[in-house]
């Protein structure tokens, strides 16, 4: 094969492939109009998968490859990318099991005659959520079967820049061309390589989910990792945060500090301003970390079952030889860059989702972004994503939901003269009955000051965040006024009906 690849190089170190050929019982790469897919998409995950049904669905010749290079701890899992496997679905499963436990300490005062304290299974638990994961995985292929999209399980990388390489499991190579390819491979967890004993010892968000045991006593050496530390918290274990900057970098500062707040006073421990330096196994199989106070400098220790790094993600391109195919990427970041119409530096090669400069990392928007790049390609539309006023909720203990710009953005876009921000702290009718602490129940509206008061984003801490701020969202995507919003009957007693009650700006007080 290499000794054709070299015989067969044109100008420009490119392949110019002037026969067909059948690698590993697939066809090869063909000379223009002779390729194998119409469309080709690189990446399993939510965004790849909506791209691969879509062009199916409008009749076109799709593939999908995909492969899932095992965690360093050696986690793997199935098709359907982070969101299925390592991210949305069994984060918020996990997390509604902690909220189980919280309305079960809740139900005596409802007149449940509840044995306390209940204990938690973690092992059952786990078992109950992977096995769901793994009907998601089986769900994708058949979904994918059933509109007959071919799917390889292989690491593909980039040949020219209609053609992707790959191995498949006997060892055999594959080579698939296509006149359209999408890549679609999302990201990995980030680690701190230069803290000694993070890789050796520590597991990441592709792990947390697939303990077979408890993780016991955690150590969450990041505020990112605010979801995670909320359900293991909520299940009764002991869970500290290290904080070395700001809360939830990117969401609006007072709903994030309320969030911090309310975790805090539920058992969450957080250490603040301090930054780690080595963590090392001791004999008795603990983990001992080391960390540093910035503040004073002087070092502390603690001892901890598991330590769970999430310092962010970076994208899955390495291994994708994207220089071969032209594409360019962000020096920063490594992530691809696109234009309005997703497409890369090469016109027939586009990229979605987290894999994106730029785009927010939310399985939505990739499903969106994904079907809409498909209809345009093979539909006839000219729809393009719209990535503003995109709504997403912070799975925490009390949830945190918002669409649009926070107070710190709406004063840095319009001036603090022009920005009027409506406000309340609520308290939710089921936490009258139980006693529940809700002074971190709180909501708040941004808006232009000059009418007619046009909402630039809502944010809204307290339960069901994501179905209060879904419905919001449609109003403000469609440019809802603040006279308009005041206007609407709310649903009474409902946590959303707080939204429609807003009369308090913070000018007044």
């Known amino acids: 094969m290499a000794a054709m690849a070299v015989a067969l190089r044109g100008l420009g170190g490119r392949f110019r492939w002037r026969t067909q050929a059948v690698v590993g019982g697939v066809r090869g790469a063909a000379r223009a109009g002779q390729r194998d897919y119409d469309l080709l998409v690189v990446g399993g995950g939510s965004g790849g998968l909506a791209c691969a049904k879509e062009a199916a669905q409008l009749g076109r010749k799709v593939a999908v490859v995909d492969y899932v290079e095992p965690s360093p701890q050696g986690t793997r899992w199935?098709?359907?990318?982070?969101?299925?496997?390592?991210?949305?679905?069994?984060?918020?499963?996990?997390?509604?099991?902690?909220?189980?436990?919280?309305?079960?300490?809740?139900?005596?005062?409802?007149?449940?005659e509840v044995a306390q304290p209940v204990p938690h299974d973690w092992r059952k638990m786990a078992e109950a959520v992977q096995n769901h994961v793994k009907s998601l995985n089986w769900g994708h292929r058949v979904q994918l079967q059933d509109r007959k999209v071919k799917y390889f399980n292989i690491k593909a990388s980039f040949v020219d820049e209609h053609t992707v390489c790959g191995v498949a499991k006997g060892g055999k190579e594959i080579l698939l061309s296509a006149d359209h390819i999408i890549i679609a491979t999302g990201?990995?967890?980030?680690?701190?390589?230069h803290i000694e004993g993070?890789?050796?010892?520590?597991?990441?968000?592709?792990?947390?989910?697939?303990?077979?045991?408890?993780?016991?006593?955690?150590?969450?050496?990041?505020?990112?990792?605010?979801?995670?530390?909320?359900?293991?918290?909520?299940?009764?274990?002991?869970?500290?945060?290290?904080?070395?900057?700001?809360?939830?970098?990117?969401?609006?500062?007072?709903?994030?500090?309320?969030?911090?707040?309310?975790?805090?006073?539920?058992?969450?421990?957080?250490?603040?301003?301090?930054?780690?330096s080595r963590v090392r196994r001791l004999p008795v199989g603990q983990l001992q970390v080391t960390w540093e106070d910035r503040t004073t400098g002087k070092e502390d220790t603690g001892t901890f079952d598991t330590v769970l790094w999430a310092i962010g993600r970076v994208p899955d391109t390495r291994s994708l030889n994207l220089e071969k195919a032209g594409v360019d990427t962000s020096p920063d970041t490594q992530k691809i860059l696109v234009d309005s119409r997703e497409a890369t530096s090469v016109p027939h090669i586009y990229a979605v989702g987290d894999v994106v400069e730029g785009r927010p990392e939310l399985t939505p928007t990739a499903i969106m972004a994904g079907r809409l790049l498909v209809q345009r390609l093979f539909g006839g539309s000219s729809d393009l994503m719209d990535y503003d006023n995109v709504p997403t909720t912070v799975f925490t203990p009390l949830e945190?939901?918002?669409?649009?710009?926070?107070?710190?953005?709406?004063?840095?876009?319009?001036?603090?003269?022009?920005?009027?921000?409506?406000?309340?702290?609520?308290?939710?009718?089921?936490?009258?009955?139980?006693?529940?602490?809700?002074?971190?129940?709180?909501?708040?509206?941004?808006?232009?000051?000059?009418?007619?008061?046009?909402?630039?984003?809502?944010?809204?801490?307290?339960?069901?965040a994501g179905e209060v701020t879904q419905g919001f969202a449609l109003g403000i995507k469609c440019g809802a006024s603040y006279a308009q919003v005041m206007r609407t009957v709310g649903i009474h007693p409902t946590c959303s009906e707080e939204v429609v009650k807003l009369r308090i700006s913070k000018r007044s007080g």
């Open 198 to 276: 993070a890789l050796e010892y520590g597991i990441t968000s592709d792990d947390i989910f697939w303990l077979k045991e408890s993780p016991g006593k955690t150590w969450h050496p990041t505020d990112v990792a605010l979801e995670c530390a909320g359900f293991l918290t909520g299940i009764g274990l002991d869970t500290t945060i290290m904080m070395r900057s700001i809360p939830l970098r990117g969401f609006d500062q007072q709903m994030s500090s309320m969030v911090i707040e309310h975790m805090a006073s539920h058992g969450t421990r957080f250490l603040r301003g301090c930054a780690p």
């Open 78 to 112: 199935g098709l359907g990318g982070t969101c299925v496997n390592v991210g949305c679905i069994p984060k918020k499963l996990m997390h509604q099991a902690a909220l189980l436990g919280g309305l079960i300490q809740d139900a005596p005062n409802y007149g449940w």
């Open 400 to 464: 945190y939901g918002c669409v649009g710009l926070s107070e710190e953005e709406a004063v840095a876009r319009h001036g603090q003269e022009h920005v009027e921000v409506y406000h309340a702290h609520y308290k939710p009718l089921e936490f009258t009955v139980a006693g529940r602490d809700a002074s971190q129940c709180y909501v708040k509206m941004v808006c232009l000051r000059e009418p007619p008061q046009l909402v630039l984003g809502l944010h809204f801490l307290g339960p069901n």
């Open 187 to 193: 990201g990995r967890p980030r680690y701190p390589t």
